[in-house]
């Protein structure tokens, strides 16, 4: 099965790391030629690759899939929780797709961005009274690093950077998706 080009730039950001951090349009261009040669290549030199077609499909998945969240002149690109569960499913269909590593110091920061979750207040309330809606979205927005001022894509982009690294996490999992909720909701405000 071929992938469609927002399906194949989706599948090479989350193998470049973009669940967790930013990456830019031109890294996605060399690594999305990698594994499907030919799909994002000039027409009168097909041995080029068209920066502007990888541009266009990662604004069609974030557009029209809500898959990523970003944009091409301003931090780069970053899966949201729905992309990144796409492309977990789709990996495995492109050329060149391997494992997404971490490094010893991203995995150092993650256990360290794990920590300062555990201990906050926003999860000492949930777990205090069971109940979502006794977290306050003050609290929701510090778990995630944001203030009220954090709006648009910037506060989708830290949200759904948490998500994608700690959704899975079996403390905090459940709480980590219900905040998210909660801090997107108030920046819809």
Same mark, same amino acid.
């Given at each position: %099965?071929?992938?469609?080009?927002?399906?194949? &730039?989706?599948?090479?950001? !989350?193998?470049?790391?973009?669940?967790?951090?930013?990456?830019?349009?031109?890294?996605?261009?060399?690594?999305?030629?990698? %594994?499907?040669?030919? %799909?994002?290549?000039?027409?009168?030199?097909?041995? #080029?690759?068209?920066?502007? #077609?990888?541009?266009?499909?990662?604004?069609?998945?974030?557009? *029209? *899939?809500?898959? /990523? &969240?970003?944009?091409?002149?301003?931090?780069?690109?970053? #899966?949201?929780?729905?992309?990144?569960?796409?492309?977990?499913?789709?990996?495995?269909?492109?050329?060149?797709?391997? $494992?997404? @590593?971490?490094?010893?110091?991203?995995?150092?920061?993650?256990?360290?961005?794990?920590?300062?979750?555990?201990?906050?207040?926003?999860?000492? @309330?949930?777990?205090?009274?069971?109940?979502?809606?006794?977290?306050?979205? $003050? $609290?929701? $927005?510090?778990?995630?690093?944001?203030? /009220?001022? &954090?709006?648009?894509?910037?506060?989708?982009?830290?949200?759904?950077?948490?998500?994608?690294? !700690?959704?899975?996490?079996?403390?905090?999992?459940? &709480?980590?998706?219900?905040?998210?909720?909660?801090? @997107?909701? @108030?920046?819809?405000?």
């Amino acid at each position: %099965m071929q992938l469609t080009r927002p399906e194949a &730039v989706t599948v090479a950001l !989350f193998v470049l790391g973009g669940a967790e951090s930013a990456v830019d349009t031109e890294d996605v261009a060399v690594r999305v030629a990698q %594994m499907s040669p030919g %799909m994002f290549a000039w027409r009168k030199y097909p041995e #080029l690759v068209d920066k502007e #077609l990888v541009r266009v499909a990662l604004s069609d998945a974030r557009l *029209k *899939k809500g898959w /990523v &969240v970003g944009s091409h002149n301003r931090g780069g690109w970053v #899966l949201t929780a729905t992309g990144q569960e796409f492309a977990r499913s789709k990996a495995g269909q492109l050329q060149g797709v391997g $494992d997404v @590593r971490r490094s010893g110091r991203d995995e150092r920061q993650a256990g360290r961005e794990r920590s300062r979750l555990l201990g906050s207040s926003a999860l000492a @309330r949930f777990r205090e009274t069971g109940e979502i809606a006794a977290v306050s979205q $003050d $609290d929701a $927005d510090a778990f995630f690093r944001i203030n /009220v001022y &954090v709006e648009g894509q910037a506060r989708e982009r830290r949200i759904a950077r948490l998500e994608n690294q !700690f959704g899975d996490d079996p403390e905090l999992g459940e &709480v980590v998706h219900l905040l998210a909720e909660i801090a @997107r909701d @108030r920046g819809r405000l």
